[in-house]
């Protein structure tokens, strides 16, 4: 793979920029190239005003420090490679009412599940929270609606927790995404329990009972 560097600076003065890194997390970086401060040399991208470095070697996850060599002392910029696409899962689903029609203005709320600090995937490559890219899931919600046969469908990064929600039907699934191309239908994935994300009996392979009326 290869990763390409962009970064602008508002330092006064600057004379060069040293380029480093790390591929452990940020323990310890080796040198790559010193480019001089040249807004007509082969670093420089002039239809976007910014300088550039090509790494052929450059992987997801590794870590850029770019020093500023310039007459005022000027912290480092630090650039993350991003992670490859992560693998995801379709997720469909069906709705018809009684008289047999498609609802096609019902919508299918669709977000990730969880408390601000639980909001991480579990496996893939660039999405658990220990992993060295350390990202997370956002809270945004979004919606699909039904196609013209009753399905709707959303591709969601495997392993993450997803909350699906129809207020139409009073639906609501929390739910471990499959570690699958899919699609595979929402009736099919069995529900989180819980009210939180710490422990769920489908985790530690002990049966879900319910509560007795």
């Known amino acids: 793979m290869a990763y390409r560097l962009n970064w602008t600076s508002e330092a006064t ?32 991208d002039r239809p976007n005003k910014h300088f550039f470095y090509n790494d052929t070697s450059g992987q997801p996850g590794h870590i850029y420090k770019v020093v500023i060599n310039a007459s005022t002392a000027t912290d480092p910029l630090v650039i993350i490679a991003p992670p490859a696409p992560p693998a995801k899962c379709m997720i469909i689903g069906y709705m018809l009412d009684a008289g047999g029609y498609v609802p096609t203005d019902v919508q299918v709320s669709v977000e990730a599940y969880g408390t601000r600090g639980e909001r991480w995937g ?6 658990v929270g220990q992993n060295k890219e350390a990202l997370g899931i956002t809270a945004r919600r979004f919606f699909v609606k039904p196609d ?7 591709n969601l990064i495997r ?8 207020p139409a039907i009073n ?11 899919g699609p595979v239908n929402i009736r099919d994935i069995p529900q989180l329990r819980g009210q939180d994300l710490a422990l769920f009996p489908e985790m530690d392979g002990t049966r879900a009972l319910f509560p007795e009326s």
Not at 19 to 32: H, N, R, V
Not at 159 to 166: G, P, S, W
């Open 13 to 44: 003065a600057i004379a060069s920029f040293d380029l480093s890194k790390s591929i452990d997390m940020g323990e310890t970086y080796s040198s790559l190239v010193n480019i001089p401060f040249d807004t007509t040399g082969d670093n420089y």
């Open 122 to 127: 579990r496996n893939p490559t660039g999405i």
């Open 148 to 154: 013209a046969n009753g399905m709707w469908s959303v």
């Open 159 to 166: 392993k993450v927790f997803a909350l699906i929600e129809i």
């Open 171 to 181: 639906f609501r699934w929390a739910f471990e995404v499959p570690d699958k191309d």
